[in-house]
């Protein structure tokens, strides 16, 4: 499955703790088709955030963000990505 | 020298290192918001049976006031933001068992307060907790039921 990272602006915050957990939870189910939300990373000093997905295309995963969402994290840009993962250097000295 | 957790010891220890770690003072230079820290019993500790708190009066990197409530009164106390979580899942914070953010999006760290605010200063919510385990903290007795 390709991978994706997005980059977000952060123009809003949720008021209460209960509106973010919300927020994160209603993408968290609507990202459990085609396209999975596997993580993210915010960046507090330029208050953007990336995210990274598995997804068969960018399509899918833009399904997943409703209007509401994209309002107040507005996509910056989307990149196909290829993973290379640290630990995989370990399993070369084994 | 180790400090018991909870106790007023371990609040001037943290306190004195708040004012004097030089990364706090920077990460936390525009934080403007007293902060309640209510500990709920869990069985974690065998001498708790009431909920206790920390307050402390944290203004651009420095703290200016702290107490400790071993039972939280009627009229107090209050503050901008109010954390609260158990006796269990603070230590499990404090050792790094537990992340922090983690804890907030789970509900096992209850916010009430401006969660905006709070998010537009997460280093410092952050920082905050690396200066919290840098205290010499030993932890309380487990209860029976922990």
Known sequence: MPQYLLV???????????????MWRSLREKACGQAEWLHSFYEPSTRKMYCEWDAPDIESIMACLSEELLAIVPVLSSSEVVLFDAAWLDEGNE | MVFPFPSLAWLDALVEILNSDERYGQVAKNW????????????????????????????????????????????????????????GNILKIFSGELDPIQAMLTRRLKVVG?????????????????????????????????
């Open chain 1, 8 to 22: 977000h602006d952060v123009l809003e915050y949720p008021e209460s703790q209960d509106d973010w957990i919300e």
């Open chain 2, 32 to 87: 403007e918001g007293d902060i309640c820290v209510a500990i709920d019993p869990d069985g974690s500790s065998k001498d708790q049976v009431e909920t206790i708190a920390y307050y402390l009066d944290l203004w651009h990197g420095s703290c200016r006031d702290a107490s400790f409530f071993e039972s939280i009164p009627d009229d107090g106390p209050e503050a901008t933001f109010t954390f609260q979580t158990t006796m």
């Open chain 2, 114 to 146: 401006n969660m905006a605010y709070l998010l537009r200063n997460i280093p410092t919510v952050l920082d905050f907790i690396r200066c919290c385990r840098l205290v010499p903290t030993e932890p309380p007795s487990p209860g029976k039921a922990a």
